[in-house]
Structures are given as C-alpha cells and as structure tokens.
C-alpha cells in the first residue's frame, strides 16, 4: 500500500491533530491505558519500580527501514520489534513506550491504521503499554520513533562490556539474508531467551545484532583481543553465505560471550532443553590481539551496515 | 546558520554513523554520563525509584518548529525546554532523556555542534542526564525528538483532570506573541514553580500552555462546565491583544485550577513571597456550561495552533 495520497479526504489532513489522536488511541486499544498511566495529560504517569530500569529509542523511517513494498502492519511491528530486541540484549522485560510520529499532512489514513493495529496487536503480544506520544508535520517524511522503558528481570544486567580473552562466542538463531527474506519485520525479538541468558553467571556480556556481526562483534570484543571465528561454524540462513551473515545486518539474534571456564556441553544441553527449536551456536572465541595465529575469517573485511555513507 | 550544506566535508555524511555517535558524546560532555548509566549499550540503564515516574516526548522538526533565522544552540534548548515544560506541568522534576536524531547526510556538522552543544548546556542547567540516542537517515528532512523521564516530587502528580465548577483558573507569566518575540526558545520552564504549586493542596489541576490559551483550556474544563475569562485579566505580553493571548501558542506558561474555597488574597500573597518575579494572574473561573451570564470572552472563536491542517 503507497504511504502517501493526494486524496485530502483520505488523508491525515482530513482529521487534523486533534481528532487524529483520539482516533489512534481507538487503533491502539487496549494497548494505550487509560490516563493517568496513559495518554491525555502533559506527561504519562508510570508506577516507582524496585528494579533497575531500561531506556531505548529506535525509529523507522519512510525509504529507509521500509518503503511501499511492506504491509503497513509489518512497519508498526518491526518499530516495536526493533526496541524490544535492544530490551531483551540485556535481559530484560519491557514496561511501556512512547511513540513520536512526523508525517506528511498527505499520509494515509488507511495506511496508518493499520501501521497502529499492527503495533497495538504486538504490543499486547509483548505486554507493552503505549502511553503517551506526539505528532509532528514535515513535507514529504515519514518516521516513527519509539522509546521503550523495561526493566531486569534479575539482579545482573548484560551489557556489550565484561567479556575477556579465552571467553567463547555464541550466536541465536541463522545469520543474513534479512531484508530479503523479510525476517527484517518477521523476526521474533529474542526477550525469553535474553532473560534466560541473564540468569547463567557463565555468560559474560550481550548484545542483539542489528548492523551485521562482522560491525556489531566489535563491540564487545576488549581492547587487546581480537574475535577468532570459524567460518564453516557460522550458522548460516538459507541462501547466505558468509559474507551476508557477517554484512547483512538486520538480524536480530542475540551474540554473548561465556567465559574460558565453561563446560560447553553441559551449556548447550541446558539451552536445547530450554528452546529445542531455537539453534544456539558456539562461532569462535577471542584471542589475544597479537595472537600468531592465521585467522579463519579476517573480519576486518566486513564492515557491516553503516549509516550516514 | 543554514542546516545543509553542499560541500561534503562539512556534512555529517564526512564522517558517518560511528564516528558521529562519538563525536556527539564528546559535544554533549559532562551531560552524557558514561555506559552503564548512558550511552554506548543496547539500552541505557536506570536505577529504581521509589517516586511516581513521568515520561513525555516531544521533537523539534525543521520547516516546523524552527527554520534557519534561529541559532542552532537555541534549537537545542528548545528541544529540551519543550520537555521540561510537560515535565514542570505534572509537578515533576527531570531525570533523564534520549535523543532520536532523523536527518540529511547533509546536515552541517557546524551547526549540530552548536545544536548538541546548547542542548548539553541546558541538560546541566536543569540536571538533566542525556542517557542515549539514536541516528537515523532521511532526505531533505532534520527532526529530533527528545524523551524525557522525570519523576514526582511530592506524593501527588498534577493532571489536567480534576478541576471543578466553582474553582478559579490561573495563568502563570504573561501570555502571546511568542514566536515574534523569540520568546518560543528563550522561555524558562515553569519547573519550579510547578513543584511549588503541586504542594499547594487547593490547585486541583494544571498543564502547560504549548498551543495558546484557548485551545489548551479546553483540556482542563471538565464536562458541564465552561471557562468564564475576564478578558480585561489576561496578562499581555508587549504588543499583543486578546486575540494573541489566546491564539498564539508556545507560552510555556502554567495554566491551572484552584479549589473554590480558596483565600485568594492569601494564596497570591504565598506566591508573590515564593516567586516575586513571575506574574500570577487569576484569570476567571470555571462556572456551568448552562450558566446564563454573557461571556465577557467567547472562547468558540479562539482555536489556538491545530497541527496538520
């Protein structure tokens, strides 16, 4: 479905702001609470929390992360999606967002109610709540922002710092080949399984993989190590070799280093008992950064996604 | 200062999505706290609160909320500023915030310097802790929108709900001709006042004036009841009528409710006491929708700034 029409009276013009966000609220349903935990007032109310809070903000944007060619409903899931993928990379569980939309007086109606009933359906999926947002004009624009708050679901939370040298690589799920395969909106975010890894005091640091592994490993490799990987381990997609797996981006899964001393069959057994259907795979470990040996995969080679280039 | 520019090696497309991130970390200084509590992880941590917690969002687009005639380092404030003023209108104080930055790889590195860098200074003038972020590309397009998390200072949260017929209506500062004064990015956030006045047990209701007094009052009449306004009361900035007052917008002023017992001698003199330099003025009062008494003021014929239209 095209994002923009030149028909006013099916456009957002047709509403203006006022009565277009009572009618978002209707789309969202029981997914936006009633204020004061809700929308309606200058700021959403949220209850005190004994936990350690979470905070992330991710978008998508008209021509960049979608175009046409999406079903709207897609669009909505993938902007909660891509969030709740940043809460599950530490091990936690989300809370609530807010949403703030900047859009063409020309766009759809249609479209963005079903950009909002697909957003709402996977916010109650998640145990989200939408509590508050805003509306914006700008000429020929579309882009949505979430910001997701969570919390731990555990004393410890996972962050890209803790690994060290001797500790091994695990990757979720299959590698590349996301936009092509629309697993780019498709994709499960990793939450049962974060919480999960958050709770084995042998792994050591997390993140989820959204620009590549070949980008995205380098944020938890430490100074002084370098990551050893085996290419023939790689867990590849269907129709991908390497190169996708370590450049596409998009993935979603979930790279954790376990430290030196783990027993990985007794590692991977619990795993397989916990998802059977979810593959788990040791990729390699790091070394020490002047260590002789040849790599298998020289990572320097695969950049990943970059933006702004 | 122009936002784009022509000459790549002055755009932020010279230095791409990574060394940005960096860059803006270094721009936001002190203001930026360091990984756990800020940037540079998949989510920003928090720690628990014991207090009520308030989340608003609120983005300042180019074309819309600021064009070319305004300084960078003022757009920045703005941005926050806008925020602080939901923040102030609930009786809250801020905690932290998170940036979703949308923009041309032909932004002018120049003036998002000076954007990131006014925004910093205004972050620690209120205490505000810049916790994360998050770049995105669009054509022809710079937006960004700022959420904030505040929490209650008192044990009860200010609404728009909960004013009555009988209570008078007050306006904090003066009110219209913000855009031409400048006034839309040089007001000061009411946030001391609000804490102020959230400890007043007879203010029953409040909110920020953003889209001018006649739209916005509608939000804090209750069913049944109508706002009577005195017009000869309302507190004129330099230059501007009624019609400005009460159309014109971007106040950032507090509009609340008092209870109909109230002293009101000695409550303004409370206020004069606490805030000798803010004008308080009462305004009129909330009486029923079939009361038969000619409105001095039609509130029908001021509609205030409705977005999208």
Redesign the interface.
């Known amino acids: 479905m095209s994002l923009f029409t030149r028909k006013r009276s099916d456009s957002?013009?047709s509403?203006?702001?006022?009565s277009?966000i009572a009618t978002i609220r209707q789309w969202l349903g029981s997914a936006a609470p009633e204020?004061?935990m809700g929308m309606?007032?200058?700021?959403?109310?949220?209850?005190?929390?004994?936990?350690?809070?979470?905070?992330?903000?991710?978008?998508v944007?008209?021509?960049?992360?979608f175009d046409d060619s999406i079903a709207p409903r897609h669009v909505g899931e993938k902007l909660l999606k891509r969030n709740l993928?940043?809460?599950a990379?530490?091990g936690?569980q989300p809370t609530?967002a807010?949403?703030?939309l900047?859009l063409d007086?020309r766009t759809k109606l249609a479209w963005l109610e079903l950009f909002y009933r697909g957003l709402a359906a996977c916010a109650r999926k998640y145990e989200v709540k939408i509590?508050?947002?805003?509306?914006?004009?700008?000429?020929?624009?579309f882009?949505a922002?979430l910001?997701m708050?969570?919390t731990a679901t555990s004393k410890r939370?996972l962050?890209?710092?803790g690994a060290q040298i001797g500790d091994s690589l695990y990757v979720t799920g299959r590698l590349g080949g996301s936009l092509a395969s629309g697993r780019h909106y498709r994709f499960k975010p990793r939450l049962i399984e974060g919480a999960w890894l958050v709770k084995q005091s042998n792994v050591v640091a997390m993140?989820?993989l959204s620009d590549g592994l070949g980008k995205d490993l380098r944020s938890l490799t430490p100074n002084g190590a370098r990551a050893r990987l085996d290419q023939n381990s790689l867990p590849l997609n269907k129709g991908c070799d390497v190169r996708a797996a370590l450049s596409d981006g998009e993935d979603y899964e979930l790279l954790f280093a376990v430290s030196a001393q783990t027993k990985h069959v007794i590692f991977q057994r619990k795993w397989r008992q916990q998802f059977p259907r979810v593959p788990l795979t040791r990729i390699g470990e790091l070394v020490s950064a002047d260590d002789a040996d040849e790599p298998s995969l020289n990572l320097e080679c695969y950049f990943g996604y970059?933006?702004?280039?």
């Open positions: 957002v013009a509403l203006g702001e006022q277009l204020s004061p309606g007032d200058d700021c959403a109310q949220l209850p005190p929390t004994s936990k350690r809070q979470l905070v992330t903000v991710d978008p944007v008209y021509g960049r992360h993928s940043d809460i990379a530490m936690g609530a807010v949403i703030a900047t007086p509590v508050g947002g805003d509306v914006a004009q700008a000429e020929n624009h882009s922002s910001t708050l969570g939370v962050t890209r710092q993140m989820d970059e933006h702004l280039r």
